[in-house]
């Protein structure tokens, strides 16, 4: 099955960013979320639907409810800008999503 | 420290065949599977299969069915990813990744850039 997500959002400093990831039952998986800037590897930042890795900011959370997962950013700031992505596991095999080009203006 | 260390770049010809390698240490390499993920260029994650080091025992995505091949050296703490009869859309960064200390792929290889030209 195929995980949805908006190909990109634009917040300004300080606001509040929340990138969604829509996929059918998707309340029944669990999602977990990374974020890969250019020319880097990706990093996890939410695991389990809403657990952080150690070191990642409070300021990250997700959910995961119904159809949509959803990566929330408290706070936003300039070292938030990159490349969102979730992701769920469906009978012993990964799906990604697209993608979520965040841009702090 | 827990890492992931992959081989070098590699410029192929259509119809030819890759390897690449991806060498673990830190942690205990079989206790934990072992994920390949590609990225062409200026594109998403893309998630190819992975391969359980304990008993060698692989899940392939549908699409690389057939062309893919995961094997692992439990011996050197290395797992390998082939894939055969390149194509130029088989262009693209690949990363081994594994789930170490969460339930997520956490620990990612530097990534192997793949050029079929």
């Known amino acids: 099955s195929d995980l949805s997500q908006p190909p990109s959002l634009s917040v300004s400093p300080g606001q509040t960013a929340s990138i969604t990831c829509s996929g059918h039952k998707l309340e029944n998986k669990y999602t977990c979320w990374y974020q890969q800037k250019p020319g880097q590897t990706p990093v996890l930042v939410i695991y389990q639907n809403n657990k952080r890795p150690s070191g990642i900011p409070e300021r990250i959370s997700g959910s995961n409810s119904g159809n949509t997962a959803t990566l929330t950013i408290s706070g936003t700031q300039a070292m938030d800008e990159a490349d969102y992505y979730c992701?769920?596991?469906?009978?012993?095999?990964?799906?990604f999503g697209g993608g979520t080009k965040l841009t702090v203006l | 420290q827990v890492q992931l260390v992959q081989s070098g770049a590699e410029v192929k010809k259509p119809g030819a065949s890759v390897k690449v390698s991806c060498k673990a240490s830190?942690?205990?390499?079989?206790?934990?599977?072992m994920h390949w993920v590609r990225q062409a260029p200026g594109q998403g994650l893309e998630w190819m299969g992975r391969?359980?080091?304990?008993?060698?025992?692989?899940k392939y995505a549908q699409k690389f069915q057939g062309r893919v091949t995961m094997t692992r050296d439990t011996s050197i703490s290395t797992a390998y990813m082939e894939v055969s009869r390149l194509r130029s859309d088989d262009t693209a960064v690949y990363y081994c990744a594994s789930e170490v200390d969460y339930y997520g792929l956490d620990v990612w290889g530097q990534g192997t850039t793949v050029t079929v030209s």
């Open positions: 830190g942690y205990t390499f079989t206790n934990n599977y």
């Open positions: 391969i359980n080091p304990h008993n060698g025992d692989t």
């Open positions: 992701q769920a596991w469906d009978s012993s095999t990964v799906i």
